[in-house]
């Protein structure tokens, strides 16, 4: 083991970042180390953040890791590719430099934590239809209390793969009058949810979508079997929601579905209140944990983890002191 801290945070987006700070701010011994492909990467902004709603996800990422370095915590580029326990200590091994903005790069190497946070998020699957992915954070989107604003009043298409097209179709009326629900894979919806969607001037247009289409100025709509193209300026899908947790599978944790029902949508990493999961000393925070949570919702989780940490911390010492 090279060096030894107190905490390595595994993931340098809003919860790794805030979580770091508490421990910073506890004079913890705290790592953070940033492979720098945050989940919101594609998004032009970051909403519904009190004070920073319409703040560009980078600039966010980096006024965070100044605050962290302010208090003495360290934050580095870098790609933790295997953790492991070492006696009553974790062994992180870091992959080689990558530095830049967010650090000079660690380097290859292998340190020792008394804890670890693991924040590293989720990847969205995204629906195998051409286009889609290239328009994805653009005008492709997910979530109304995201991007719903952006796109008021404007044609959007709900691309139905699963059972929550329809919430999301209701959703987005809300913003704007010209919503269409696009059948494509999802099941038909059944007589009391057409009977909402008519309520609310939802129109559902038949037939599986064969590819979005685009132009110089953005997307110009869908290319329906059967049906030709239907004009739309944003097309709203489902991602399936699956977490990045391959490096906790050695330390004994696995994931657990999340369900719609009976519709699985995604997996997580089971936790508690503060993100203490099974293992002990392990805990986790953000998407990785809680697939819904928005970039507000996971600092504040960050912060509940980093609390619990350094409050466990204290704890041990106790013992061994005692």
């Known amino acids: 083991m ?29 790592l953070v180390v940033d492979a720098g492909d945050p989940r919101n990467a ?3 902004h970051v909403h519904n953040f009190l004070s920073r709603d319409g703040t560009p996800p980078s600039e966010l990422y ?24 070492d006696g009553d200590r974790f062994g992180v091994r870091i992959g080689a430099p990558g530095g830049d903005q967010r650090g000079a790069g660690i380097g290859a190497c292998t340190v020792a934590a008394r804890r670890l946070l693991a924040a590293t998020g989720l990847r969205d699957v995204l629906p195998d239809v051409p286009g889609l992915a290239a328009r994805w954070g653009v005008d492709v989107l997910h979530c109304p209390y995201c991007h719903g604003w952006e796109v008021r009043d404007k044609r959007i298409g709900i691309l139905a793969t699963g059972p929550a097209a329809v919430h999301q179709a209701l959703l987005f009326q809300q913003l704007s009058p010209h919503v269409t629900l696009l059948q494509h894979t999802g099941p038909a919806p059944d ?16 037939g599986e979508v064969e590819r979005i289409e685009a132009g110089p ?26 977490a990045r947790a391959e490096l906790l599978e050695p330390l004994g944790l696995k994931t657990a579905e999340v369900l719609i029902g009976e519709h699985p949508v ?9 993100g203490a999961t099974a293992v002990p000393g392990v805990w986790v925070a ?11 919702a996971a600092a504040a989780a ?21």
């Open 2 to 30: 090279e060096e030894s801290y107190d905490v390595v945070v595994v993931g340098g987006g809003a919860a790794g970042l805030n979580g770091a700070l508490a421990l910073a701010r506890s004079r913890r011994l705290v």
């Open 42 to 44: 594609p998004a032009g």
């Open 62 to 85: 980096a006024a965070g890791r100044a605050e962290v370095r302010r208090y003495g915590g360290r934050v580095e580029a870098g790609r933790v590719t295997a953790l492991a326990r």
């Open 191 to 206: 007589a009391g949810q057409r009977e909402q969607l008519a309520a609310l001037g939802v129109t559902v247009a038949e």
């Open 217 to 242: 100025g953005g997307l110009t709509g869908v290319r329906l079997a059967g049906h030709g193209h239907l004009a739309l300026d944003a097309v709203v899908v489902a991602p399936r929601l699956e």
């Open 266 to 274: 995604g997996n997580r990493i089971e936790a508690d209140r503060t």
């Open 286 to 296: 953000g998407n990785l944990t809680d697939p819904q949570a928005q970039v507000v």
């Open 302 to 322: 960050g912060l509940m983890a980093g609390a619990a940490i350094n409050l466990d911390l204290i704890l041990e010492d106790a013992r061994r002191r005692g």
